[in-house]
C-alpha cells in the first residue's frame, strides 16, 4: 500500500478564509482550475470544485448535490456560541436558497410573482431618485468612499422596500448582516464568535419582531407580506418558520449581494480605465457591462452542496455527505468556457452565462433587480463623474468563502471638471 498523502499541496494549503482567496478567488485557484479542477481540503474538510462545467452539472443535479448546506455555519461554532444563540431561541431553518425537493419549487412558485418585470419596474424610480440623491450629497466634495456613502447604504433602501420592511433601522442592519455572514460563511476566532452570536440572535428576534408587526397588516406592499397572505391558501407550503428564517435571510440576499456586487464593479472598471471611458462615452454598453463584471469580479465567490448518494464529479469519485463548495467565480475565469477570461470585455456576447448567480433550479430569484440596480449606479456615475479615478488605497474584505465586495471604495476627482458645472 502506497503512504504517499492523498492531498496535493495546493490542496492541502487552500484557505478560503486568508487574503489570497480574499483578494482574488479566481486567480488564487488557477492552479486548481489547470491540474486538479475537483479537490478536497483538508482545512476546510469540503470538496472544492473550480472548473466550470463540473460547476454547472453540480447545480444541475439539486437532488444529487442538494442545497441543504447553502446556509449552514462553515465554521463549527464553539459551545459558548451555540449557548448564545440558543438564549436568542435562534432558530434559522429552510427558506428557499437550502431547502429541497420538491418542497423548494412548490414554494418558489408560490413566491416568484413579486420578481417578474412587471413588478420590478415599480421599483425603479425609486433606484434612480435615491443613487440621484447620494450623488448631490458628494459630488462638490472630490473625494468619497462610495461604499460607505452609497454603495452600502442604497441596496439596502432597495432590499427593505422590496420586502416590505420599515427602513428605520438601518445602522444596526448592517451590523446584523455582516455578522450574518461571517457566523455562515466566515471563520470567526472563538472570541469573536460570541460577539457574532449576540448580533445575530438580535437579528433573528428583530426579524421575528418585524414578521409579527407585518401580520398585522397583511394587505401592505411587499414580497414577505405576499408571503403572509400566500400562507392563508397554502400553509403547508409556506410555513411560519421558512417566514422567520427569509425574514432574516432575505434582507442579507437581497442586501449584501448587490452593495458588493456594484463596489465589485466600479472598482474593475475603474482599474480598467480605458473600458470605464468607453462606457461613459457609449452607456449602451452598460446592461453588458454588468454581466462582465459579474462574471470577472462578482460579489458571490463561492455557493455549497451536499452530496445525497457517491458520485463522480469529473471523473472524481466522491462520497455521500461530501460537503461542496463550488468556487463559482473560478468557474467564471474558466478558459475552457470564456474566450481569454482575464480580459474585461464589455461587448462579450456570452458574459451573461457566469455562475454567480447560480444555475438551475435555484438560480437567484432576485437576479433582475439586482441587475437593475447595478445599471442605474452605473448610469449616474458614468453620467456624472466620468472623471473620477480610484484613489489610492488597500482593500479589504470580510474573511469568509462567499459574499465578497471592498469595505471601502475611495474614488476622486477634480469637481471643477464636473460636467454638470462644465456643461450646466
Ligand atoms: C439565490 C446570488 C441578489 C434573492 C441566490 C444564489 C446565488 C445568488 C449564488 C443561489 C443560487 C443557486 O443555488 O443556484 C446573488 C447575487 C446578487 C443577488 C450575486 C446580486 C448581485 C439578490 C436580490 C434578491 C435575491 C437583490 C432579492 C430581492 C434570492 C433568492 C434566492 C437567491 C430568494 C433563492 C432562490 C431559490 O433557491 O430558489 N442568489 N443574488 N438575490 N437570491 Fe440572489
Known sequence: MSTACPVSRGAAEFDPFGDGYQQDPPAYVEWSRESEPVFYSPKLDYWVVTRYEDIKAIFRDNVTFSPSVALEKITPTSQAANDVLASYDYGMNRTLVNEDEPAHMERRRALMEPFSPEHLAHHEPMVRALVREYVDAFIDDGRADLVNQMFWEIPLTVALEFLGVPDDDKPKLREYSVAHTVNTWGRPEP??????????????????????RMRERPEDHGWMQYGIRTQRELPEVVTDSYLHSMMMAGIVAAHETTANGIANAVKLLLENRAIWDQICAEPSLIPNAVEECLRHNGSQAAWRRITTAPTRIGGVAV????????????????????????????????????????YGAHQ?????????????????????????????????????????????????????????????
Open 319 to 358: 462520497p455521500e455527505g461530501a460537503r461542496i463548495l463550488m468556487v463559482s467565480s473560478s468557474g467564471n475565469h474558466d478558459p475552457r468556457r470564456f474566450e481569454d477570461p482575464e480580459l474585461v470585455d464589455v461587448r462579450r456576447d456570452d458574459a451573461a452565462d457566469h455562475l454567480t448567480f447560480g
Open 364 to 424: 437567484c430569484l432576485g437576479k433582475n433587480l439586482a441587475r437593475m440596480e447595478m445599471q442605474i449606479f452605473l448610469e449616474e456615475l458614468t453620467g456624472r463623474l466620468p472623471h473620477m479615478r480610484l484613489a489610492e488605497q488597500d482593500f479589504t474584505y470580510v474573511p469568509n468563502t462567499s459574499f465578497r465586495g471592498p469595505e471601502h471604495l475611495w474614488v476622486e476627482w477634480d469637481p471643477a471638471a464636473n460636467p454638470e458645472r462644465t456643461q450646466p
Open 191 to 212: 472570541e469573536e464568535q460570541v460577539a457574532v452570536a449576540h448580533a445575530v440572535g438580535n437579528f433573528w428576534q428583530y426579524a421575528g419582531g418585524v414578521l409579527e
